[in-house]
């Protein structure tokens, strides 16, 4: 082929057209080639692309602008950059100075308080109990008190030095040093020897985690004989407990050493030596002082001591509430049940980083409750309740009298006024001595008798099997295959008021019969509808009886409610011989009675104040001020009620209760009751003896009931004896006589 030089623009199209020749012999030649192998074609030739000189110059011109836009456009972003870095430096160094500078002192104080612990020390004062009448019943008195606080870098080895010279200074009761406390102390002294008591082997498998710290600690306790311990005399085993006690609890709260009868040459001695008793110190605690005695003291409750801090029975309790375990604390009744109020505030300590303590906020007393309670009635209803109980034990048939309940309440909104129980038990001595039982009223029930037949009496008249004025004749009934049932007398025809005057059974028998839809017979069988239970436990409980009153106080009774549905059971429930109910309950039924049928919660608490700081006032703010809650009321006409009111004013008038309200019986009312209990007198769990139980129930005065009274006798007679102990209405008569005597 020859080859073609190329000039200028004719080169150029000589070129194309010599190109255009070539690319069309190709394409032949490709086109056999495909035909050939039967394969399609995909290569497309590249073409080179010829750019003219103008072009060309353009090119570059346009590229040299474009580079001088971007050089542009780069110099103005490291200006910014550099800008923002000038900026956040700045911002950085302003925030620098503003914490090392300006909040310096905040952040310090953040840092001290992050590496701080804050803890309560000392106990605080509970607060004061008084009675309606705002008479002071309890108070807290000074008590001289040796404490130990631990202090910075104090040893072991210090510690038990301590305690040898306090044990010099004092006289220390240890009679409740344990063989576990004096171990503890013996291994404290003598690490070298304890840890020889655990063998190679066992050590081996302490280093391959097989025992761990508190197993080797167990074993060298379990090793430590009486003769390890026979080196310690009287003087050691003094500062064992000193020790014990100097420990217990949390590390950095005060150990109560010891705090009863503490002499003031103890105090005085241990005050001189602070320091060189590092954490040894001396100040007045307090205690719980009773200025009646003995008098309402049960039902007050107990406060564990400073050693017995919180009792393990109320450990979940008392710590899922924010207290530690040698907190002091009520333990029962009203100290336990208002603990939320009577609980002082204890002092606040901040423990510094350098170990030093810096005082946050004082100790307060407990706020200040006052009770419903009248002092002067509750002392003068234990008085007579003692004599009598012990009086009546020396009487005939009372072989199986131990105790007596009384209560003594206000139907207008069920406030407790006086409430006792006393116990007659044997002396050591063989002597008779009386002992308080009074949280038996809320504990204990009794079988209550005639007194339940006024709300007997509403069944039968709201279910139509009576009306007012029916008579029905009292005359012993018969049911086959059962004993007869009669009154305590043949009564005769009487009417609805002379049935209660009197307490006729069989009228209350004859009513049940007519509520039950019964058919009587004499000497006949007998069926009734089996909701006739239902009606008279729901009467009852409208009372109060068979249920929870409410009261303000722990461990409340329900009661036993039977489970019979057999007809007789349903006569005998009639007349309060079924079903037993705590006295409590039986205080709640006379209320309702007397005040027209409204059923209040009982109680106890009737203000609360926040302690005084000013000491020319007696209290501080008011929180909390008892209102009258009414729990239900009566479901029958307002008529029935005030025809019983009449029933059982009729009692005390003239009838069986004539006597039981002193000297107020022309302006009481209440109602007597005796039956017939059965108790286990040879302690094989069975019941195997009968006896007579009495109570009675009372208010007055009888137009506008501002007191009302309960007295229960369980047991206080042999079955048929032929005299029964009149101790109720003694209790009775006397303990209103004096309410009126007060409060006339």
């Known amino acids: 082929m020859k080859k073609i030089k190329l000039n200028g623009s004719s080169n150029l199209f000589r070129s194309n057209k010599l190109n255009k020749k070539r690319k069309k012999v190709r394409l032949n030649n490709n086109n056999n080639n495909l035909l050939k192998s039967h394969k399609p074609l995909n290569k497309k030739r590249k073409v080179k692309k010829v750019i003219k000189r103008d072009e060309y110059i353009s090119l570059n011109q346009r590229k ?11 110099e103005k972003r490291y200006a910014f950059i550099i800008i923002i870095t000038i900026l956040l430096f700045c911002g950085i160094g302003a925030r620098l100075f503003q914490l090392q500078v300006l909040d310096k002192e905040m952040y310090q104080e953040k840092l001290v308080a992050a590496t701080e612990k ?40 210090k510690e038990v030095e301590i305690a040898y010279e306090v044990g010099k200074m004092i006289d220390i009761d240890y009679s409740k040093l344990s063989d576990k406390i004096l171990k503890n102390f013996w291994y404290i002294n003598h690490k070298k020897e304890g ?7 066992e ?29 310690y005399d009287e003087d050691d085993k003094e500062a064992s407990y000193i020790y014990y006690l100097m420990n217990k609890g949390y590390s950095y709260a005060e150990k109560v050493i010891k705090n009863v009868n503490v002499t003031d040459s103890e105090y005085a001695l241990i005050s001189e030596n602070i320091d060189t008793l590092s954490g040894v110190n001396t100040k007045l605690d307090w205690d719980r ?3 009646y005695g003995d008098v309402f003291k049960s039902i007050l409750g107990n406060v564990s001591s400073s050693t017995q801090g919180i009792p393990s029975e109320l450990a979940d309790y008392y710590l899922k509430n924010g207290y530690s375990l040698d907190d002091r604390v009520g333990i029962s009744y009203l100290e336990y049940q208002y603990e939320n109020y009577l609980r002082g505030t204890k002092a606040k300590y901040r423990v510094k980083s350098d170990n030093t303590y810096e005082l946050i906020s004082e100790g307060e007393r407990g706020d200040d409750i006052v009770l419903s309670i009248d002092i002067d009635i509750q002392k003068y209803l234990e008085e007579v309740l003692s004599e009598e109980v012990l009086n009546t034990k020396y009487e005939p048939n009372t072989t199986y009298y131990d105790h007596s309940f009384a209560v003594v309440s206000s139907p207008v909104d069920g406030s407790i006024l006086a409430m006792a129980g006393k116990r007659v038990v044997k002396g050591d001595d063989g002597a008779y001595k009386v002992v308080d039982y009074t949280p038996g009223i809320v504990t204990t029930s009794v079988t209550p008798g005639s007194i339940v037949k006024g709300a007997s009496m509403l069944v039968g008249y709201k279910y139509g099997a009576i009306d007012i004025g029916s008579y029905e004749t009292d005359e012993c009934i018969k049911i086959k295959a059962t004993p007869l049932k009669c009154s305590w007398r043949t009564l005769g025809y009487i009417n609805d008021i002379n049935a209660l005057a009197y307490s006729s059974n069989v009228y209350q028998y004859k009513i049940a019969i007519k509520v039950g839809g019964g058919n009587y017979v004499y000497d006949g069988p007998l069926s009734i509808n089996e909701d006739a239970f239902t009606k008279y436990r729901d009467m009852y409980s409208s009372f109060g009886l068979g ?15 039977g489970k019979s549905k057999m007809p007789g059971h349903l006569l005998d429930f009639s007349i309060g011989q079924y079903d037993t109910y705590t006295p409590i309950q039986i205080s709640q039924y006379i209320n309702t009675l007397a005040n027209g049928g409204v059923r209040y919660q009982p109680f106890l608490l009737k203000e609360v104040y ?4 000013d000491k020319k006032e007696k209290f501080g703010e008011k929180v909390y001020s008892s209102e009258a809650k009414e729990l239900g009321r009566v479901d029958v006409d307002s008529k029935y009620i005030d025809r019983v009111h009449e029933g059982f ?15 107020y019986n022309d302006i009481g009312a209440g109602k007597t009751g005796t039956s017939q209990s059965f108790i286990d007198t040879d302690s094989d769990g069975k019941v195997d003896t009968e006896t007579i139980s009495t109570s009675f129930v009372g208010y007055a005065p009888y137009d506008n009931p501002k007191m009302s009274i309960v007295v229960v006798s369980p047991d206080v007679a042999i079955a048929d004896a032929t005299v029964t102990s009149g101790i109720n209405r003694r209790i009775s008569s006397k303990i209103v006589n004096k309410y009126f005597e007060i409060y006339k």
């Open 64 to 74: 040299k602008k474009d580079d001088k836009k971007l050089l542009d456009m780069i």
């Open 118 to 157: 804050t803890v309560e020390s000392g106990t605080a004062p509970r607060g004061r109990i008084y009675d309606r009448n705002y008479k002071l019943l309890v108070d807290n008195e000074a008590v001289k008190t040796i404490y130990y606080k631990k202090e910075s870098n104090v040893t072991t080895e």
């Open 195 to 201: 840890k020889n008591k655990i063998t190679d082997k």
């Open 203 to 231: 050590w081996e498998e302490y280093k391959l985690r097989k025992l761990d710290d508190d197993d080797i600690e167990d074993m060298i306790f379990e090793r430590i004989t009486d003769e390890d311990l026979v080196i």
């Open 289 to 291: 002082v009773y200025l």
């Open 547 to 561: 249920v929870k009153t409410g009261i303000d106080l722990p461990n409340e009774s329900l009661g036993y409610s």
């Open 610 to 613: 926040k302690s005084s700081k």
């Open 649 to 663: 004013r009729a009692v005390v008038s003239y009838g069986l209760g004539y006597g039981y309200m002193g000297y």
